[in-house]
């Protein structure tokens, strides 16, 4: 998925998305168990929600760094800031895997759901673990692989039924986007040289229309899954046929939130 499909949905993911990943903030923040003097850094900042968690647990030794490859995500953490008073933040331009941040910088790295986008994963975890000090922690939230599964049963039946217009029917690997299970992602992380303390899944389910439905989803990935169809009937096609999947549910559907945490830490052995 390239960049710059972040930056039209940007508002839209603040004001569609955040409010219903509000829970998953405060459960990371809370994992934390932060002292208030930290360094932070937030990869893949989005919009400044979880940020703005952490900063208000910050005291005046504390300061908190904010980076994302979305201008516009930066310019809407920027503009969260600076309207709730803080001023030991500062967010910028920054790609994950070729941090501009010298080795054992930060007490604490958090991602929140830029994972799945990351195309070399591996590469994401080694900076992290390049950038933390030593005994430092990581806080990683990621979208599971239950996340939006109503979404994805839809989009396969469709692929199904409209043979060789897609690679394959899973939404999210069309866009380059991997959705891992707990274990996997537990596994992942204590391969490339942490040390994990705790890993657990995060679910919520609750009921919503299929206009709705599609309106969250789109404000993440801004109909990406769509882009093999080129701009012709078919595109119009599969997006009724998707939305009319969703509508069979007949009055029983829900959208499932669901995220996996990893708390780890980078030995003090340096």
């Not at 603040?14 to 208030?36: D, I, N």
């Not at 900063?55 to 980076?67: D, K, S």
């Not at 941090?99 to 986008?117: H, K, Q, R, Y």
């Amino acid at each position: 998925m390239k960049v710059n499909s972040f930056n039209p949905v940007a508002k839209a993911y603040s004001q569609t998305v955040a409010p219903y990943r509000f829970s998953q903030f405060l459960t990371l923040v809370h994992e934390l168990r932060l002292k208030g003097s930290e360094k932070v850094l937030d990869i893949g900042n989005g919009p400044g929600e979880l940020s703005m968690q952490i900063v208000q647990r910050l005291n005046a030794g504390g300061f908190l760094y904010g980076i994302d490859l979305s201008p516009k995500m930066i310019q809407l953490a920027r503009e969260t800031a600076s309207k709730s008073g803080y001023s030991n933040t500062h967010f910028r331009l920054g790609d994950a895997l070729n941090m501009e941040f010298e080795d054992n910088t930060f007490d604490i790295v958090v991602s929140s759901n830029a994972f799945p986008w990351v195309p070399n994963r591996n590469r994401f975890l080694q900076e992290v673990l390049r950038v933390l000090k030593p005994g430092g922690r990581f806080g990683l939230v990621a979208l599971s692989n239950k996340c939006y599964k109503e979404f994805a049963e839809a989009f396969k039946k469709i692929t199904k039924e409209n043979p060789g217009l897609f690679p394959n029917g899973k939404p999210f690997e069309l866009m380059g986007a991997k959705l891992h299970s707990l274990l996997e992602l537990k596994k992942l992380v204590s391969k490339n040289g942490f040390m994990i303390d705790k890993y657990f899944q995060l679910s919520t389910e609750e009921p919503i229309k299929a206009d709705e439905y599609l309106r969250r989803v789109n404000a993440i990935v801004n109909e990406n899954y769509l882009d093999y169809l080129g701009n012709n009937g078919h595109r119009q096609k599969i997006r009724n046929q998707v939305l009319q999947a969703l509508q069979n549910k007949n009055g029983n559907l829900k959208i499932t939130e669901s995220s996996v945490f990893i708390l780890a830490q980078k030995s003090k052995v340096n």
